[in-house]
């Protein structure tokens, strides 16, 4: 069976082949004239008859050496063409196929979900799927062509020999396939299904290890590694089912084999030549039979992967069609190349806002400095500290957070040197108690971290956060907020100093308990396909339908809710029917059902727009009043309405306050506000 799409893959040459399929029947005529010339000459050496269809062989020993010598060299010839064609049309193939794979996948005008594929997919079919389809072209349509070729060949070796044996073995040439056929129907269903589950089991797994972090926070790991096991089973059942489908059909094919020798023999015996010449011709009907149905056995064998080759090509196919026909180019306006880049925060200019997900009116920084001027005029300012002024109230309304204190440390020189204050270190406190009742939230003394490769993140720092309230962690790109971020997680460890989280070490406490005391939602959060009930309780816990869409609510996604049909209304795969504004607040929205300690949001709306980041940021602020909330993000909008402010340079904390303070203070994090205000001003 020869598809015509694959024929048309970049790659693709049917000539060479064709020529495979030439070269290999010439070698195997070379091998099965081989067998009667020795048979011939073994015979006259015994003093034997020799049948009149091989007197053609020489009988003297150097014409016959020659025959021998010619027969083997064609053989050796013809083999190590085939081998140099087959390199040369695997080899381009395989680069042809890559490249162009590549060039739809990655092409950088090109949204990740615009081909609708998997990347486990993609990564199957760009791997094994590659090879799948050189071998059709290097293996699969060399033998069935053959196999059409031997045809003739046992026809021209035999007949001279013994006509109805060569009728023989051509019938059962042609009867082998259609034998072969029913159970090969079958075993094509079930190679195909077993594609299919391989395929599921591949991108469920993907998705599982994707959102791994995401299921530990929820509790839903143990059940994803059940579901895992139990598709694997199913896979491992299918697997065997095709393994024996195979060694159904082969034995199907050696009974048309041996069947049709035994009755070429036969008819050899009783019709052929009488006399001690009969016992040769026999001999040359076996051995000669064996060898000119080798290539069908083979292709019977490799029906299989023929036909998953077939199907991987066309799934190929499928994607550079999709491509071409796009001529390169996204349907898809969500997702620019730039804001493609802000997958990890870390590596993003702080100066550099992130993409919306979807138009809003423009909201200068200035404005909102001016906003939040006239709040602040309404509340009195509270004196901590001589070492570091501590952040202002915000406003009578807000709960009165405990200062974030700045304790003494190698920072302060650099704290004094950004903020422009004169502030005396001989009158820094070890660690000094926060105001209020309640106990610490996260604290740090110290605080150090060096990754293996020798780079030192964070230096020395000292902080105490409070059991409730807003905290935001800024800084440039590079300044150490998500490492700060993997450490108080439990991803980084190895730190210096100490660093504890309510009151507890957090060295000392087990993945288990850190899950159990904070919520982190990441801007990469992992949405899995399903539904938006079943990302928003992955573990399946049973909220109600009104917590739920209380969730969505308090995100700003009712109207995607509605729009979309409920909360049973599917999300694609890694959430690819949403913009990414979308997929942050749905990710948000699952880590409010959780109601814990402390929420870290790392870079969490990093892809909003600026109304939804306004309504994140009153979020954010109502939800200080029961739990810590800590913000870290490099755009500076999103916590100017926070209860305080940790701006860190280059691993250090350098400035430390209220927004209206820092900003007075005319240091780094005011230089930083207002050259986002600056961009912003000039879109």
């Known amino acids: ?30 091998e099965v004239l081989l067998l009667p010339v020795a048979i011939a000459a073994v015979g006259r050496s015994l003093g034997l008859p020799v049948p009149h269809a091989l007197a053609w062989v020489p009988a003297r020993p150097w014409p016959l050496a020659a025959v021998i010598g010619g027969l083997i060299l064609v053989r050796l010839l013809t083999q190590a063409v085939a081998k140099s064609v087959s390199a040369r049309l695997a080899d381009g193939m395989s680069k042809a196929l890559s490249q162009a794979l590549y060039l739809s996948v990655f092409d950088p005008n090109r949204q990740e979900d615009d081909l609708g594929v998997p990347a486990q997919t993609l990564a199957r079919l760009s791997t094994e799927g590659v090879k799948s389809v050189v071998s059709y072209f290097t293996a699969y349509i060399p033998a069935l062509v053959q196999t059409v070729l031997m045809l003739v060949v046992a026809l021209a070796v035999l007949l001279p ?32 299904g077993q594609l299919r589950k391989y395929d599921k089991v591949g991108v469920h797994f993907e998705h599982a290890l994707r959102g791994l972090n995401t299921l530990k926070i929820f509790g839903a790991d143990q059940r994803q590694a059940d579901d895992l096991a139990e598709e694997s089973e199913g896979f491992r059942r299918i697997t065997m089912g095709v393994l024996g489908g195979q060694l ?6 050696d009974v048309v084999i041996y069947t049709s020798l035994i009755l070429a023999v036969a008819a050899t015996v009783l019709i052929g030549q009488g006399g001690p010449s009969r016992g040769l011709s026999c001999l040359v009907v076996a051995l000669a039979g064996v060898r000119l149905f080798a290539p069908e056995r083979q292709l019977v064998y490799m029906m299989h992967s023929g036909m998953v080759a077939i199907k991987q090509g066309k799934a190929i196919d499928d994607i550079l069609q999709a491509w071409q026909g796009s001529d390169g180019e996204s349907a898809a306006p969500e997702t620019t190349p730039e804001s493609r880049k802000k997958v990890a925060p870390e590596e993003v200019p702080a100066t550099i806002p992130e993409a919306s997900e979807e138009a809003a009116p423009e909201v200068s920084l200035e404005a909102s400095e001016e906003a939040i001027r006239e709040s602040e005029s309404e ?10 002024q501590m952040p202002a109230r915000i406003s009578a309304s807000k709960p009165v957070l405990g200062a974030v204190q700045i304790l003494a440390s190698g920072s302060a020189n650099a704290m004094r040197q950004n903020t422009g204050s004169a502030r005396s270190s001989s009158q820094q406190a070890d660690q000094t108690d926060m105001s209020g009742d309640d106990l610490p939230g ?11 490769d020798g780079f030192q993140a964070l230096t020395n720092l000292n902080f105490i956060l409070p059991a409730k309230g807003h905290v935001g962690l800024v800084g440039a790109s590079g300044s150490g907020k998500s490492t700060l971020a993997g450490l108080l997680s439990g991803r980084l460890q190895g730190y210096a100093g100490e660093l504890t989280i309510g009151g507890r070490q957090i060295s000392d406490l087990s993945r288990q308990d850190l899950v159990g005391l904070q919520t982190v939602v990441r801007g990469t959060d992992h949405l899995f396909t ?19 869409l209380d969730a969505l609510d308090q995100v700003g996604l009712t109207g995607l809710v509605q729009s979309k049909g409920g909360l049973d209304a599917h999300i694609d795969p890694e959430g690819g029917n949403l913009s990414g504004g979308q997929r942050q607040r749905l990710s948000i929205a699952r880590g409010l059902l959780r109601r814990s300690p402390v929420y870290i949001f790392d870079e969490a709306t990093s892809a909003v727009d600026r109304e939804h980041d306004a309504t994140l940021a009153a979020l954010m602020d109502a939800l200080g009043k029961e739990s810590l909330v800590l913000t870290i993000t490099h755009r500076l909008a999103g916590v100017r309405n926070a209860d305080s402010i940790l701006f860190l340079q280059e691993g250090r904390l350098v400035e430390c306050g209220g927004f209206r303070e820092l900003m007075d203070a005319g ?12 961009y912003e001003d000039g879109e």
Do not use: C
């Open 248 to 253: 159904r059909s082969l034995i199907k094919a």
């Open 530 to 548: 399903g539904t938006i009930r079943s990302n928003l309780d992955p573990a399946g816990l049973g909220y109600s339908d009104w917590e739920l």
């Open 442 to 452: 996260i604290s740090a003394r110290n605080l150090t971290y060096t990754y293996p």
């Open 667 to 678: 240091g780094g994090f005011a230089a930083q506000w207002k050259e986002q205000a600056q």
């Open 1 to 30: 069976m020869i598809s015509k799409r694959l024929l048309h893959l970049p790659g693709a040459r049917m000539g060479a082949s064709l020529l495979l399929a030439l070269l290999q029947t010439i070698g195997a005529l070379a």
């Open 379 to 388: 509340s009195a300012l509270e004196p901590v500290s001589d070492a570091v």
């Open 161 to 192: 020999v013994s006509p109805l044996a060569a009728g023989i073995v051509a019938i059962g040439m042609v009867a082998l396939p259609l034998a072969s056929k029913p159970t090969m129907g079958e075993n094509i269903k079930i190679q195909l």
